[in-house]
């Protein structure tokens, strides 16, 4: 089992471009979540899947959007990067909360 | 969502027993109590998870009070490989939980 896997695990983008972050699971996991953590500090939660077709906001929703492709996948879309939103992204699945090895963001 | 207090950080030497406490004051009813690890540049690692009373796995125990606003992660004979970020979190197991900013844990030789 890979467990979670994350995609990319680096990017840089400019101010205003889009893309779209990958997390899948192998472990037949219902809930899945994306976080961030800033330097120095906790993660905080973007949003969660409590089960494949559902998405619901966390703590700092905004700028971001999600999508539930299938039970494996969980994609967190940012459609006009600020700089604000450079951070660690990590993606977790189940309620014990398996987490990827993060994509480090920098929005220049 | 229950808010958590840690302390910021703490040091150790080889050997000795660490014992991370966290207050939960508002604890409800369905919220579970869960301890993470994380190195730095890595995500955060599962260790240890209870409702109430103690619960021990193989590399650590967690003691939860009666009234269950605190509860206290401990770690035998700690090494050099334990120095991480040791976050508590208190949830309802099947949706979301919050992080706190977690104790940073030093252990020296």
């Known amino acids: 089992n890979a467990g979670v896997t994350q995609t990319p695990k680096f990017q840089v983008l400019k101010t205003g471009q889009s893309m779209t972050l990958q997390c899948a699971q192998d472990?037949?996991?219902?809930?899945m979540y994306w976080y961030r953590q800033d330097p120095g500090m906790g993660l905080r939660l973007i949003y969660y899947?409590?089960?494949?077709?559902?998405?619901d906001k966390g703590e700092v929703p905004n700028g971001y959007n999600v999508s539930r492709l299938n039970k494996r996948e969980f994609s967190l879309r940012l459609e006009s990067a600020a700089p604000s939103q450079t951070s660690v992204y990590f993606c977790?699945?189940?309620?014990?909360?398996?987490f990827g090895p993060g994509t480090r963001l920098t929005v220049t | 969502l229950a808010k958590t207090t840690q302390p910021i950080s703490m040091d150790s030497y080889e050997g000795q027993e660490v014992n991370i406490t966290c207050s939960h004051n508002?604890?409800?009813?369905?919220?579970?109590i869960t301890w993470y690890q994380q190195f730095p540049s890595q995500g955060p690692r599962f260790i240890i998870q209870?409702?109430?009373t103690k619960v021990t796995n193989e590399v650590a125990s967690l003691f939860i009070p009666a009234d269950r606003k605190s509860s206290t992660l401990s770690l035998p004979r700690v090494s050099l490989s334990d120095t991480a970020v040791y976050y508590c979190l208190v949830g309802d197991m099947w949706n979301k939980l919050v992080f706190g900013a977690g104790t940073i844990l030093r252990v020296k030789s």
């Open positions: 508002n604890i409800a009813t369905n919220d579970y």
């Open positions: 899947s409590a089960s494949e077709g559902t998405t």
């Open positions: 977790a699945s189940s309620g014990e909360q398996y």
């Open positions: 209870g409702y109430k």
């Open positions: 472990m037949n996991h219902n809930s």
